[in-house]
């Protein structure tokens, strides 16, 4: 499984973007997805996640303002950010768990940059 995020850039305070990954490969396998991000000079953060049946996660930090979404084949996922702030600046990263064995799938990452 091969996982391809893009959608990122630069923004300003207030606006939005669309982050999307693709996925590729025997996509069967995926169970759970989500995104994460890190920022400079910080840990990487889980930011939301979807899992089989639909239910969604938040982090605190991004309830109501982002809202993740995926298709039922596990070749789309994406994340739509609104109303982004400076500290949304990162590098999104997407993912995804193997349904059967521990193990996850990442993307790339895609530089999200927020002005002020």
């Known amino acids: 499984v091969q996982l391809q995020a893009s959608g990122g850039g630069l923004v300003q305070a207030g606006g939005s973007l669309r982050l999307s990954c693709a996925a590729s490969?025997?996509?069967?396998?995926?169970?759970?997805r989500g995104w994460y991000r890190q920022a400079p000079g910080k840990q990487r953060e889980l930011v939301a996640t979807?899992?089989?049946?639909?239910?969604?996660n938040y982090a605190d930090s991004v309830k109501g303002r982002f809202t993740i979404s995926g298709d039922n084949a596990k070749t789309a996922l994406y994340l739509q950010m609104n109303n982004l702030t400076p500290e949304d600046t990162a590098v999104y990263y997407c993912?995804?768990?193997?349904?059967?064995?521990?193990?996850?799938?990442w993307g790339q990452g895609t530089q999200v940059t927020v002005s002020s």
């Open positions: 993912y995804g768990k193997h349904k059967l064995i521990a193990r996850e799938f």
């Open positions: 979807i899992e089989i049946g639909g239910i969604t």
């Open positions: 490969g025997t996509t069967f396998f995926i169970g759970n």
